[in-house]
């Protein structure tokens, strides 16, 4: 009883990042890992997802019926990235994830170092393709996103932020939204499958589920009321913070249970496909 109280601080945590600039994963994960010890891996996945789909859907409601939604650009990147979780986890088994450590590290700095540099960078809401160019930017986008969030997952929510805002021509809090639907999207695809291989504590899941939607509500609140200038900089407090978790799990020495944990991923999702 003790650890649900405290994993439910962590999913209310949890909720209000991510329901601003994502990255909710990041403190909601390694607390069911350190709070329910001896549970297998993929039910530690499956419960976190559970909880963490319910604030995400929870701030994406509010976004929708708060800010204005680009749906050309949304619905095929939404669709697109629900299929392709599903590839990404599939292809866990055949590639090493490894391999695209250093290089998704190096973008995350790319991304803080643009975001910090070009202080008017998502300011203003100001659309710049066109309804075709959207539509198919969106399809490639989702993709793309989708696989990376299915494969391995760390910083989708903040490179979704970005491309929405660097590409499409969003503010932070369009761009925000529109990562949400996407971000459900992706755990939706995710998150069938473990609740059909039976991988969710509901017991631990559901309280978590509640304080992912009452932090992910004050979360969204907090956002709608500050406007862009708060939003732009917690998604910097962010990304910095996952260059740091990053660059530790694979440089420092962090890098051998980070490992650890990968290898048990890639042995699971392998026996399963």
Known sequence: MENIVYLCLFAFMAGF??????????????????????????????????????????????????????????VPAAGAAFVFSFLGARALS??????????????????????????????????????????????????AIGFYDGFFGPGTGSFLIFIFIGLFGFNFLAASAAAKVVNVATNLSALGYFIYKGHVLYEVAIPM????????????????KRGVGFVRVLFLIVVTGIIIKFAYDTYG???????????????WVGRKS
Not at 50 to 68: D, E, H, P
Not at 105 to 125: E, M, N, P, Q
Not at 210 to 215: A, L, M, P, R
């Open 17 to 74: 990042i991510d329901s601003v600039v994502g990255g909710g994963g990041l403190i909601q994960l390694p607390a069911l890992l350190i709070f329910l010890p001896g549970v297998p891996l993929p039910t530690a996945f499956g419960t976190g997802k559970f909880a963490g789909i319910a604030g995400t859907t929870s701030a994406m409601v509010k976004y929708v019926r708060s800010v204005k939604i680009n749906y050309w650009a949304i």
């Open 209 to 224: 589920a509640i304080c992912s939607v009452i932090g992910s509500q004050l979360g969204t609140r907090t956002a709608l």
């Open 94 to 143: 055949h590639i090493d994830a490894d391999l695209l450590k250093p290089l998704i590290l190096v973008l995350l700095i790319l991304v803080a170092i643009y975001t910090f540099i070009k202080k008017d960078f998502g300011s203003l809401h100001a659309p710049k393709l066109t309804h075709k160019k959207e539509k198919l930017y969106g399809l490639l986008i989702g993709a």
């Open 253 to 267: 020495t962090g890098g051998s249970d980070f490992k650890k944990l990968s290898s048990a991923v890639e042995e």
